[in-house]
Structures are given as structure tokens and as C-alpha cells.
């Protein structure tokens, strides 16, 4: 079975600041890893995915999180966030080659100030 | 596409009705889940099929609720009788066949308020 812990349920940052928000993760097996962003009154979007190969994924909107598998993290980051950033992030696990299920964190919710 | 279909977008019922929430997955994809999203819980799994048979129901509260797909192209989740504590935002989700990894698409939620 896989865990989530999302350590920062709140992350208030101004405006062009630089943001990581935390994700450690627990897995007897090789997992798959994923961010994903919920806008106000929305449904979630996946963000960014972790499958294999390169630690470092990256998203289109200038999001990163790179996989540490010593650590057990997957962490997000930006090196200046928007307004619009506004929302709340859900880091997610998967175990490899067996269930389809998605074991989320509780959210970390990001609010950008100006 | 269409992306991921849940009617209706927002529900307001009393006490002991009946609720019937509906989701449409994406045209080609085998495995379809509903969550229930609240405040103090965050997003919880209920229960998820795969090629229309339920793989896993474990997150399913009691015996009020079920669900139900009866094709690979409508699902339903069913509260009998509703309860207050039930008031939560839910979400259908699908991923595709084929797949090598779990990549979930959601659906805009439906918001349930039990009066």
C-alpha cells in the first residue's frame, strides 16, 4: 500500500516569490508519482507525472518537481509564482504494474499574494 | 472530447431523499473512480471499476451509498437515504486503456448539500 504526506496545508507566498511545496511519499514498490492542481470550483488537473527516466519532470506552465527516491519526496516547485497560481496542489502515488488507484495527499493550498 | 461528464453540477436536498449522481467517462477509457472531496476528510476514493466490474469499494462509507456501471459509457453513485454528513463535493474520474501509467481525467465535481 502507498501513503501521501502533503506537510504544508497552507502556503501563502507574494507575488514573482519562489514556492515549494512538499510531498513525501511511502511504497513497498516502485511507484508512479504525480502533482496535480485544483482551481477554485474545479475539477483536478494533472499538473506533472513521474514515471521513469529523468528525475527532474517539468510542467508547461513553469512548475518542476523532481523525484529523490532516498528521500522518499517529490517535491514542486517554482521559481516565480503568478496570481493565477492560486490553487490547491494534490501530490499523488501509484504503485507500479498493479492497482489503478491513486493514493492523494490532503492538498496544499497556495494563495499568491500581490 | 468531451473530458469527463458528471450531472448535475449542484444538488441541494433534504434530510432521507434520495440522491442519484451521474458521470459519463471519456469515450475509450476502461476504469472509472468516484471521490468525495471534503474539508476536514481532503479527497477520498469510494470506489473504482475497471471494464465496467467494481475492482474496489473499500472507500464506500456504509451501506447507503452504491454504484453502479452498467456500460462503459455511464456510471451512477447512489445515496439512500441522504444525510447531512454527506454534503461534500464528489468527483468522477476516468483513465485510459492502455496506459502505462494511471493517469486520472476528473470531471467538474458534483456539489451534494443534504439539508
Known amino acids: 500500500a502507498q501513503s501521501v504526506t502533503q506537510l504544508d496545508s497552507q502556503v501563502p507566498v507574494f507575488e514573482e516569490a519562489p514556492v515549494e511545496l512538499r510531498c513525501n511519499y511511502s511504497s513497498s514498490v516502485s511507484v508512479y508519482l504525480f502533482w496535480y492542481v485544483q482551481y477554485p470550483n474545479q475539477g483536478l488537473q494533472l499538473l506533472l507525472k513521474y514515471l521513469s527516466g529523468s528525475t527532474l519532470v517539468e510542467s508547461i506552465n513553469g512548475f518542476e518537481a523532481e523525484f529523490n527516491k532516498s528521500q522518499t519526496s517529490f517535491h514542486l516547485r517554482k521559481p516565480s509564482v503568478h496570481i493565477s497560481d492560486t490553487a490547491e496542489y494534490f501530490c499523488a502515488v501509484s504503485g507500479q504494474g498493479g492497482s489503478e488507484k491513486l493514493v492523494f495527499g490532503k492538498g496544499t493550498k497556495l494563495t499568491v499574494n500581490p | 472530447d468531451a473530458g469527463v461528464i458528471q450531472s448535475p453540477r449542484h444538488e441541494v436536498t433534504e434530510m432521507g431523499q434520495e440522491v442519484t449522481l451521474r458521470c459519463k467517462p471519456i469515450s475509450g477509457h476502461n476504469s472509472l473512480f468516484w471521490y468525495r472531496q471534503t474539508m476536514m476528510r481532503g479527497l477520498e476514493l469510494l470506489i473504482y471499476?475497471?471494464?465496467?466490474?467494481?475492482?474496489?469499494d473499500s472507500g464506500m462509507p456504509e451501506d447507503r451509498f452504491s454504484a453502479k456501471m452498467p456500460n462503459a459509457s455511464f456510471s451512477t453513485l447512489k445515496i439512500q437515504p441522504s444525510e447531512p454528513r454527506d454534503s461534500a463535493v464528489y468527483f468522477c474520474?476516468?483513465?485510459?486503456?492502455?496506459?502505462?501509467?494511471?493517469?486520472?481525467?476528473f470531471g467538474p465535481g458534483t456539489r451534494l448539500t443534504v439539508l
Open positions: 471499476f475497471n471494464n465496467n466490474v467494481p475492482i474496489d
Open positions: 474520474a476516468s483513465s485510459g486503456r492502455g496506459s502505462s501509467y494511471n493517469e486520472q481525467f
